[in-house]
């Protein structure tokens, strides 16, 4: 009677991990890298309307006005391109695991192990790929 209780015990806490895992984790994975360079647009963007504030209110010369301007529009630019190359990381990562599960068509009668071309030895064990030989 100890042991079945005590079977269930684990059975469950087992469970519990199991099922409570998958949710919990991929989100913060996925908001995370583009969330920074949210942060990183509005900043620039905040700054872009306080630059113009200022020079409306005579604090700033023109000439500091377009200096400071084309300083926080390279910045964007670099956010904005950074944001690509993370874009392009994650489109990559996703066709890469779309193509993985293809599955190949020669297979080895030794040793099981798949090809996508046909071979007259294998590559895994070196035995020949012809069945019974
Ligand atoms: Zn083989």
């Known amino acids: 009677m100890t042991i079945a209780i005590a079977a269930l015990l684990v059975l469950?806490?087992?469970?519990?991990?199991?099922?409570?895992?998958?949710?919990s984790l991929p989100e913060p994975e996925i908001l995370s890298p583009f969330r920074h360079v949210d942060e990183a647009k509005a900043r620039i963007y905040e700054n872009l309307r306080d630059l113009q504030f200022e020079l409306r209110l005579g604090k700033l010369s023109d000439e500091d006005y377009a200096r400071?301007?084309?300083?926080?529009?390279?910045?964007?630019a670099k956010v904005l391109a950074d944001a690509d190359v993370l874009k392009e990381e994650l489109g990559l990562q996703t066709t890469?695991?779309?193509?993985?599960?293809?599955?190949?068509?020669?297979?080895?009668?030794?040793?099981?192990?798949?090809?996508?071309?046909?071979?007259?030895?294998?590559g895994a064990c070196g035995k020949s790929m012809e069945a019974g030989v």
């Open 68 to 76: 400071t301007k084309l300083d926080l529009q390279k910045e964007l």
């Open 12 to 23: 469950g806490a087992l469970l519990y991990t199991l099922i409570v895992r998958p949710a």
């Open 96 to 122: 890469m695991k779309a193509a993985k599960p293809k599955a190949a068509e020669f297979v080895c009668p030794h040793c099981a192990k798949r090809f996508k071309e046909a071979m007259k030895f294998c």
